[in-house]
């Protein structure tokens, strides 16, 4: 169970846009996860989420075939 203390100070905590920390939240398994998925999001955009990896990955929209039915989100 993630705790609303702990969901606001990671959200304070990590400067990301608030779509990625939504579906972030979505995907964590526990508090710990949330700071893990969080602390290892790429600094290239665009990215997709990789369920394999748990967690997202950079990648060239052009080139990525194999992930058209993944969501993509790209910020500045």
Not at 28 to 55: N, R, V, Y
Request: glycine residues 4%.
């Amino acid at each position: 169970m993630l705790e609303a203390k702990v969901i606001e100070g990671l959200r304070d905590h990590f400067d990301v846009h608030p779509l990625v920390f939504h579906r972030s939240l979505e995907k964590a398994t526990s508090q710990g996860d949330l700071f893990d998925i969080l602390s290892e999001i790429p600094d290239s955009c665009p990215m997709i989420w990789d369920d394999s990896e748990h967690k997202w990955m950079p990648s060239d929209l052009l080139q990525a075939k194999g992930y058209e039915n993944r969501a993509r989100i790209c910020f500045q």
